[in-house]
């Protein structure tokens, strides 16, 4: 299972990493690894607000649908469109193109809480 240390990580398995102000988000090797094969991904509208551990968007797989949560609060500038059309990246390359949205932070803080590469190691191994 794939950890990066340059990333952060919710309990709930979502990844984001920090760049230029932006939070760009998606799920961990760990969670697709979990769904199985993703089939379809509903993304959050461009311009939506979102809140710490609120809903994102949802994926579907061939095992289950699952939520998922925003690791920080603020709005969603950018989403990856590309996973309407090939969700499987998802499973391929979930920190690559895999990605799913990118945040603009209302709250810089609430990304230096999130779980470091060795605390969500920790959590997986449990």
């Known amino acids: 299972m794939e950890i990066p240390s340059d990333l952060r990580y919710t309990a709930d398995h979502e990844w984001a990493k920090e760049d230029q102000g932006r939070v760009r988000v998606g799920l961990t090797d760990f969670a697709q ?34 939520q998922v949560y925003a690791p920080v609060s603020g709005r969603v500038v950018e989403v990856n469109e590309a996973l309407r059309d090939a969700p499987e ?8 193109k895999g990605w799913l949205c990118v945040i603009e ?6 990304f230096d809480d999130l779980l470091d590469a060795a605390g969500y190691r920790d959590l997986t191994e449990a």
């Not at 089939?39 to 095992?63: N, Y």
């Not at 932070?105 to 609430?110: D, F, L």
């Open 33 to 66: 690894d979990a769904l199985g094969d993703i089939v379809f991904v509903d993304l959050p509208a461009v311009g939506s607000e979102v809140a710490q551990g609120g809903p994102l968007g949802e994926v579907e797989s061939t095992k289950s649908v699952s």
């Open 89 to 96: 990246d998802l499973n391929a390359e979930p920190y690559a």
């Open 105 to 110: 932070p209302s709250e810089r803080a609430q």
